[in-house]
């Protein structure tokens, strides 16, 4: 699977951002999908997960009830909608597919991933 990150952008706080990732190569309706994000420096950091059929969600709690994680496997993308940004979600945002079953937090669990796409929220 070949996935390519899309969509971010400079944005002021409190707006929205509303990322894609477009997977080729293997058919993606069958990999479970995430979002991480990762700042110079530190450690990859998980966002959001969602699973092949797009029905159940999983979110760290740094996000929870202002990102939604969603896929149109017709189209073979996955979504990040972020709204309420904040300074710290500044990132560079990765997509990521796993072969695996179930929700997975480590990056290590994730088999394929995209390039990556900067989202800079200024304050």
């Known amino acids: 699977v070949q996935l390519q990150a899309y969509g971010g952008g400079l944005v002021q706080a409190g707006g929205s951002l509303r990322l894609s990732c477009a997977a080729s190569?293997?058919?993606?309706?069958?990999?479970?999908m995430a979002w991480f994000r990762q700042v110079s420096g530190k450690a990859r950091e998980f966002v959001a997960t969602?699973?092949?059929?797009?029905?159940?969600?999983f979110y760290a709690d740094s996000v929870k009830g202002r990102f939604t994680i969603s896929r149109d496997n017709a189209k073979n993308t996955v979504y990040l909608q972020m709204n309420s940004l904040k300074p710290e979600d500044t990132a560079v945002y990765y997509c990521?597919?796993?072969?695996?079953?179930?929700?997975?937090?480590?990056?290590?669990?994730?088999?394929?991933w995209g390039q990556g796409t900067q989202v800079t929220v200024s304050s």
């Open positions: 990521a597919a796993t072969s695996g079953r179930g929700f997975f937090t480590s990056p290590y669990n994730y088999d394929y």
């Open positions: 190569g293997r058919p993606f309706g069958s990999y479970p």
């Open positions: 969602i699973n092949w059929i797009g029905d159940s969600t």
